[in-house]
């Protein structure tokens, strides 16, 4: 059966479990992360939307303030390895310390498997799940769609600001957003 028979989560539903090798070879099984906070963040250094967030220190900052409360974050590059800005892990691994990234871990999923049973479609698409494996926000980053730095600053980070509220016990006030970015070139 192909991974287009399943339909994505939608917030509120149970988050899928998949199992997914990092940039170093490691292996990483969601449900291994049960009982936490886990960040989902689709990624490609070749798209200007996330060169706007990790140039600027913002997808950085975002991941450490994360992870420095315990939430667990897994960077997915689900770039196709056909594609034109397609890299390998050990150049991801590198491009991303080389942005000072925070990330828990760079996931490889060349495939596509993992990015479209989440339903994952640009870069970057986040998604946060709680401690139960409930899908808890789904979107963009930030409220100004753009590939301008300039717009960080008056922007709302929509991840910060619903891992705020969960962590404070609240309620997501804005659980589902719009995704903006480039499209994942999936392969066909």
Not at 18 to 32: E, I, N, Q
């Amino acid at each position: 059966m192909g991974t287009n028979a399943f339909a994505a989560p939608a917030v509120g539903q149970q988050a899928p479990d998949f199992v997914a090798v990092d940039t170093s070879g490691a292996k990483h099984k969601l449900s291994d992360f049960a009982g936490k906070f886990v960040v989902l963040e689709w990624t490609n250094p070749g798209c200007p939307f996330v060169r706007k967030h990790y140039g600027s220190g913002n997808m950085p900052a975002t991941q450490k303030a994360a992870t420095d409360k315990g939430v667990v974050w897994l960077a997915i590059n689900s770039t196709e390895r056909a594609a034109s800005d397609y890299l390998k892990a050990d150049a991801l691994d590198t491009w991303m310390k080389s942005q000072k990234a925070a990330p828990t871990a760079v996931l490889m999923d060349e495939d596509g498997v993992i990015g479209q049973v989440y339903g994952a479609r640009t870069t970057p698409h986040i998604f946060i799940i709680d401690p139960k494996g409930t899908l808890v926000y789904a979107g963009g980053i930030d409220s100004i769609a753009s590939a301008r730095v300039d717009d960080i600053k008056t922007a709302t980070n929509y991840v910060n600001q619903a891992l705020g509220e969960v962590l404070g016990g609240k309620p997501v006030s804005m659980a589902s957003t719009r995704p903006y970015g480039c499209s994942i070139k999936y392969k066909s």
